[in-house]
């Protein structure tokens, strides 16, 4: 019986999944624009264990999203994944953040376009197809109204990142869909089961989120 905890701390959501041969069991999340992350990460993992009567010496394996995302929030949930597989003696398993992202919609036809918002014009992005297999990498890229121009297909765009842009990317082909925020927990358990079949596991001392881009502190003057 696979047991995985799944932890996504990429974007404004705090959010920790429960997961049994793939299929999520229960779920807490909590996304604020004040990142709170460090202080209800813990307590959402305690207070999921309690719901489903688990402990954590059942838990079979770690799952965290790899970003990119927030320089912070994957800190925290890095950090928290690797202290628990330390701990408990279980592997830790890494799951794209955007490929969680994409999940949350299923299509019939055209690309999927994840964008986690990477302040003023800039996104994270990648594409994936109706399968979810990614077809275009990873780019931290800036939108404009030539963007995907030479894409026919339609492109279902979701996430923080992609609402900054419905006045900019115009057109039939392209669509909105605001009520997709952030990603969440809850579409990890089938990619992290699948890693876990296939021992796609980490190396718990070397791991380091994917940034993407370097860690900018923005002070005041």
């Not at 990429?10 to 202080?39: D, P, W, Y």
């Not at 688990?54 to 994944?81: C, D, F, H, M, N």
């Amino acid at each position: 019986m696979a047991l995985i905890l799944n932890i996504e701390t990429a974007t404004k959501n705090c959010s920790v999944a429960l997961s049994k041969e793939g299929k999520t069991l229960a779920i807490r999340e909590m996304a604020e624009q004040n990142f709170s992350h460090a202080e209800k990460l813990h307590v959402f993992i305690e207070e999921l264990l309690a719901e489903t009567n688990v402990t954590l010496q059942e838990v079979k394996a770690i799952a965290v999203s790899q970003g990119p995302g927030s320089y912070t929030g994957l800190r925290i949930g890095v950090s928290a994944a690797k202290g628990l597989c330390y701990a408990l003696s279980i592997p830790l398993l890494a799951v794209d953040t955007l490929e969680i992202l994409a999940r949350k919609i299923q299509i019939s036809s055209g690309i999927i376009i994840p964008m986690i918002d990477a302040r003023r014009l800039e996104v994270y992005s990648a594409f994936f197809d109706s399968n979810f297999t990614k077809i275009r990498e990873t780019e931290a890229e800036i939108i404009d109204e030539n963007s995907y121009q030479e894409q026919t297909e339609t492109l279902h765009l979701i996430g923080d990142g992609a609402m900054k842009f419905k006045e900019i990317l115009k057109g039939g082909k392209f669509q909105y869909y605001p009520e997709i925020q952030y990603p969440s927990a809850a579409e990890m358990g089938v990619i992290s089961f699948q890693k876990f079949q296939n021992n796609q596991f980490e190396d718990v001392a070397y791991f380091e989120p994917y940034y993407l881009k370097d860690f900018v502190l923005n002070t005041k003057k």
